[in-house]
């Protein structure tokens, strides 16, 4: 079975500092991978998505970055940490479900709560 | 972006009562998939829809992808106190490499 993991869960970091959170999945080849903000407990805003390895797009213009160095690793950066950059940030994986369904389903980490102070 | 519209944003109710939510969107979309998210957890997936009109039940809960294929709803039967988080709906168009997210339902249970 497929399986995604997101570290650290619980980040406080200074502003100005760099950030890197890390997402893998195990159990399936060549998925989606999407890195999700979600402000406040509501509201889910796509950051970025890739479709294979190195291939990013970017949803919004920010402060932070996304890399895909391997099929099932997903990689959220940020150079220098802004007090605005503090949220829920949420890793998630599809593959295309194929046999005969026009869509697919997305499948949740459990999210890293980044504080910034 | 595709924007759903969902609704209502928070709900109140007593255990033992029916919950009924809805989410609209401006374009059709080829999924329709709900969520429910607990307080500091990511999102789990309740109930996927792939085709228009498909009622899909997954224990008390039951939704429906819309004829028109621009809504979706979820109805919560005999409700009890595990039931309380946020409801998120979600669709897909085209490939299917987008998810496009409602802005959640508030569910409180009171006992």
Known sequence: SQTIHQWPATLVQPVGS???LECTVEGTSNPNLYWY???AGRGLQLL?????IGQISSEVPQNLSA???QDRQFILSSKKLLLSDSGFYLCAWSVWSGQGRLGT???FGQGTRLTVV | GQQLNQSPQSMFI???EDVSMNCTS???F???LWYKQDPGEGPVLLIALYKAGELTSNGRLTAQFGITRKDSFLNISASIPSDVGIYFCAGTMNTGNQFYFGTGTSLTVIP
Do not use: C
């Open chain 1, 67 to 69: 890399s895909r160095p």
């Open chain 1, 105 to 107: 389903e997305a499948f």
């Open chain 2, 14 to 16: 007593q255990e033992g």
């Open chain 1, 18 to 20: 760099p950030l890197s």
């Open chain 2, 26 to 28: 401006s374009s059709i």
């Open chain 1, 37 to 39: 903000r979600q402000a």
């Open chain 1, 48 to 52: 970025f998505y890739s479709v294979g």
């Open chain 2, 30 to 32: 080829n999924t329709w």
